[in-house]
Nanobody
Framework: QVQLVESGGGLVQPGGSLRLSCAVSGTVFSIYGMGWYRQAPGKQRELVAHITSAGSTNYADSVKGRFTISRDNAKRTVYLQMNSLKPEDTAVYYC?????????WGQGTQVTVSS
C-alpha cells in the first residue's frame, strides 16, 4: 500500500531553520506531484508548497522566499527546507500525494517555532 512517512520536525527558535523529509513507498513516485500542507490548532489544513513531476513549484504567499520544496526521485523523497521560521509557522506538517481520485497523507510531523 501507499505509505508516506514524514520526518524532520522539532522545536526551533524564531529565525531558525528546519528541513522536513517525506519518504514515499508503495507506488511509482516520479510521475506524481507532491505537496506539503500544514495545520495549526483550530485552523484548517492549508497548502504550503507543491512540486510537480517536472519540478515546477508553487508556494503559499506566507512562505514565499523562506521555504523551498524539492524532490529526489531516486530516493523517492520530497523535502521542505524552511528558513527564517516564525512563530506563526507552528503547525503539524503533512506531505501529500494525489494519484488519480485518491489522495494519500503521511502521519504528520510537528514543527514548533518558539523562543
Amino acid at each position: 500500500q501507499v505509505q508516506l512517512v514524514e520526518s524532520g520536525g522539532g522545536l526551533v527558535q524564531p529565525g531558525g531553520s528546519l528541513r522536513l523529509s517525506c519518504a514515499v513507498s508503495g507506488t511509482v513516485f516520479s510521475i506524481y506531484g507532491m505537496g506539503w500542507y500544514r495545520q495549526a490548532p483550530g485552523k484548517q489544513r492549508e497548502l504550503v508548497a507543491h512540486i510537480t513531476s517536472a519540478g515546477s513549484t508553487n508556494y503559499a504567499d506566507s512562505v514565499k522566499g523562506r521555504f523551498t520544496i524539492s524532490r529526489d526521485n531516486a530516493k523517492r523523497t520530497v523535502y521542505l527546507q524552511m528558513n527564517s521560521l516564525k512563530p506563526e509557522d507552528t503547525a503539524v506538517y503533512y506531505c501529500n500525494l494525489a494519484r488519480g481520485s485518491s489522495s494519500y497523507w503521511g502521519q504528520g510531523t510537528q514543527v514548533t517555532v518558539s523562543s
